[in-house]
């Protein structure tokens, strides 16, 4: 089964399949909403944290290498970093993976993640990823210790 976002009402949580929420949350989107999501996953470690940060994702008129967004591929969603863009082709990689892209076009992007809520309180701008892009060859060291003192 696919990773699922939560979704959160009150005190009441309710996990909701991407398949059924994902395409919700890029029509409200379009429609020029912000929404506000709880990724699963360890994927975006050590920025965005399963059950611990949600992210508010926003329709932006253009994306930049170092936004963190949610695409749509023929098979899944994932919300992953742009390390890579040329023309309207992007390439993605998850800040806490140490290998692995993934490809798409900018018309997939269905948005950009303008806030990360730590807590469900402290708001984060995130950052473009510069310095933890050159530091991907030492990656592997620092999650493996990441992991292991959260």
Known sequence: MPPAYVITKSMDKRVIPNDVLLPEVGRLLDEG??????PKGG????????????????????????????VRLPDRFVL???IKLEGGH???MGD?????????GTGDV?????TILRG???ALTPSNGKLWARLKPFRR???AIYRRII
């Open 33 to 38: 909403r912000d929404v506000t999501l709880s």
């Open 43 to 70: 994927s975006m470690l050590p920025f965005i944290r399963e059950g611990k940060d949600s992210v508010v994702l926003r329709k932006m008129p253009s994306v930049s290498v170092g936004d963190i967004v949610l």
């Open 80 to 82: 992953h970093r742009i």
């Open 90 to 92: 992007l390439t993605l």
């Open 96 to 104: 806490g993976n140490i290998a692995g892209t993934e490809e798409c």
């Open 110 to 114: 269905l948005g950009t993640v303008v």
């Open 120 to 122: 469900g309180k402290k």
């Open 141 to 143: 060291y620092i999650l």
